[in-house]
């Protein structure tokens, strides 16, 4: 019995858990987002294939070996391929041989294309961290979206409570005969109002979550639930100590498009120096290993001493002439096995090489000049992005003032519009204000909210963005 309790505790325990899990804060879809992003996985990709063509170019460092085999069936008129000797009959053939070739010396070329394809790849990998940090700069901002919505439909949520209250009071005062049908009227068209912008609010929740689902790429029908802190809670660094200058000096050190940048210069400059080498005579040792196999190929295994029946000359003696038969030698022979005639035949050669480009059309020339372009053209795309990026901090740093000081205004307005409602609805209590002005009162105050939460969310984003560019990456 008390086992079942434990396991039932149990449980119950990890249940909660798991359904505490379930919340997303800024820190888990950030990571979330960069590690299972489209983007960031192709990204990946890229880099995983520069890394492979590193790795490549350091293997063609080392010399080459490549077997080859052949066999088949020759007739007609051909050359033996045991003997060298041309011969006539059909036999079957085969052959082997062992092959290897390296460069000794190519004026560097390959060496480095070795440290560019080395530099690609760490471009690749910045260019990796870039994607990254775009995802998660654009999944932070749709999950301060996610939170800006929320906030809205509960500043709608309590617009529509506050009509409905104010509807169902205004029924008792007409059904008692202290306030006309046309105030009864207004609330009502009022009501209806409100409802519809609580129920854009809950849709614009709802976008905000779908937004942010594709960019952590997660099903648009999964369960998904944020973490909602105040937003007053958001940690913000004080504006003086993001100064533009200051902000824009840190971030060329640490944004991975600038180092993106400069790894693709210093991956070109070694491009440079390996097309030039390319022009250059190279130097190379060569080897090889071989054999051939002759079916009809015979070995002499003995001889039979004998006279031969054919006379082979004639001696006269005497003024008689004799046939001489002479003593002669037959040879036996048999067929040459596999294993010997390979064994016999093998054959071994050794040289240096080298290769002069003379002419070929101006290939070479021309890749080395497009390489000495393709430098200048990556050195001003950086300074581009340099721009780029200065004007993107100090736009960033302008905007949050602005911001800063909206919210501020925005604020300031809220407390006005909330003394002048209060007002309002107090009049309105004892008959002193008709429901027109209620009403206007109330969406006056229903305005400066959301502006005021609308700014207020503006404003910490922006901060977020110039913490961002100062190195300090997204918190919450």
Do not use: C
């Amino acid at each position: 019995m008390h086992y079942k309790l434990y396991s039932l505790i149990t449980i119950i325990v990890i249940s909660l858990q798991a359904n505490a899990q379930q919340k997303w804060n800024l820190r888990t879809i950030v990571d979330y987002a960069m590690t299972n992003n489209i983007g960031v996985k192709l990204t990946d990709v890229q880099a995983k294939v520069s890394d492979l063509l590193y790795k490549q170019s350091k293997l063609s460092q080392y010399p080459n070996l490549t077997f080859s085999g052949n066999t088949g069936i020759n007739s007609g008129s051909n050359q033996d391929p045991t003997s060298f000797s041309r011969i006539t009959q059909t036999y079957l053939s085969a052959g082997m041989q062992l092959q290897s070739n390296a460069d000794i010396f190519n004026f560097y070329s390959k060496r480095n294309a070795i440290a560019s394809n080395q530099w690609e790849l760490q471009a690749a990998k910045a260019n990796v961290e870039k994607t990254k940090n775009d995802i998660a700069l654009t999944a932070a901002n749709a999950y301060l979206q996610i939170l800006l919505a929320l906030q809205q439909q509960n500043i709608a949520d309590v617009q529509l409570k506050q009509t409905i209250a104010q509807l169902t009071n205004t029924q008792k005062l007409v059904a008692a005969g202290s306030l006309p049908e046309l105030n009864l009227s207004q609330l009502e068209a009022q009501l209806a109002s409100d409802s519809v912008n609580y129920i854009t609010a809950k849709g614009n929740v709802t976008q905000a979550v779908l937004t942010l689902k594709s960019y952590m790429n997660i099903d648009a029908a999964a369960e998904f639930e944020v973490d909602t802190p105040p937003v007053e809670s958001i940690p913000l660094e004080p504006i003086a100590t993001l100064q533009p200058a200051d902000v824009y000096n840190l971030a060329l050190t640490n944004q991975p498009l600038q180092q993106y940048d400069t790894y693709k210069i210093k991956a070109a400059e070694k491009f440079a120096a390996s097309a030039r080498g390319a022009m250059y005579p190279t130097f190379g040792i060569y080897g090889s290993l071989g054999s051939n196999f002759n079916n009809q190929s015979k070995t002499v295994t003995g001889v039979t001493p004998g006279i031969s029946t054919t006379p082979g000359a004639t001696v006269n003696v005497g003024g008689t002439s004799y046939n001489v038969f002479p003593f002669q030698f037959t040879p036996t022979y048999k067929n040459t096995n596999f294993t010997t005639q390979l064994n016999d035949n093998f054959r071994q050669s050794v040289g240096l090489s080298v290769t002069v480009p003379i002419f070929n059309g101006g290939n070479l020339r021309t890749n080395y000049d497009r390489s000495r372009l393709n430098i200048i053209s990556l050195q001003l795309q950086k300074n581009q992005d340099d721009q780029t990026l200065k004007q993107n901090i100090y736009a960033a740093y302008n905007a949050a003032i602005i911001a800063m000081e909206k919210f501020n205004a925005s604020a300031k307005s809220v407390s006005a519009n909330e003394k002048t409602y209060d007002f309002a609805n107090k009049r309105f209590t004892i008959g002193m204000l008709g429901t027109f002005d209620l009403i206007t009162s109330q969406n006056n105050l229903l305005r400066s909210k959301l502006e005021y939460t609308l700014n207020q969310f503006d404003y910490v984003f922006k901060m977020k963005v110039l913490e961002f560019y100062r190195g300090q990456g997204l918190k919450l």
